[in-house]
């Protein structure tokens, strides 16, 4: 079922662009080149981050490449240093936009920790 909305989700936003639809308007925070292709990474993040997770909680591996604290810290607003805290909020926007749930930010923290330290800085 995953893989067939995700391939549905793959099929569909093209076409979505391509006939005018509105997709929405994503603050997308510092931006720039992602670990991988955008388009991929749209297809396949959550199988990312859940084998990163696995990766780290089962096995004590941890690689930055595709971890959560990464993408939190190139895609949290510039304006508020988070990936959830208003509607354009670049997890919250395609997640509203496709009603899925984001599950992630019950346990961690939805907020760039480099933008924290800075402000708690002694």
Same mark, same amino acid.
């Given at each position: 079922?995953?893989? &067939? ?6 099929? /569909? ?19 720039g ?6 388009? /991929?990474? *749209? ?9 990163? *997770? ?31 805290? *208003?509607?354009?909020? &670049?997890?919250?926007a395609?997640?509203r ?7 992630? &930010? ?9 933008? /924290?330290?800075? *402000?708690?800085?002694?």
């Amino acid at each position: 079922m995953k893989l &067939f909305a995700s391939l549905l989700l793959c099929l /569909w936003m093209p076409m979505a662009l391509a006939t005018g639809m509105t997709v929405p308007k994503l603050d997308i925070g510092k931006g720039g080149q992602c670990v991988e292709d955008a388009q /991929w990474m *749209r297809k396949n993040h959550m199988d990312l981050l859940k084998h990163q *997770r696995d990766d780290t909680v089962h096995k004590g591996v941890r690689n930055t490449k595709h971890s959560l604290k990464g993408c939190i810290e190139c895609h949290a607003s510039t304006l508020d240093d988070s990936v959830t805290a *208003r509607a354009d909020s &670049f997890c919250v926007a395609c997640h509203r936009y496709e009603s899925v749930k984001i599950d992630c &930010f019950e346990c961690h923290s939805d907020k760039r920790k480099s933008a /924290w330290l800075q *402000r708690n800085a002694k």
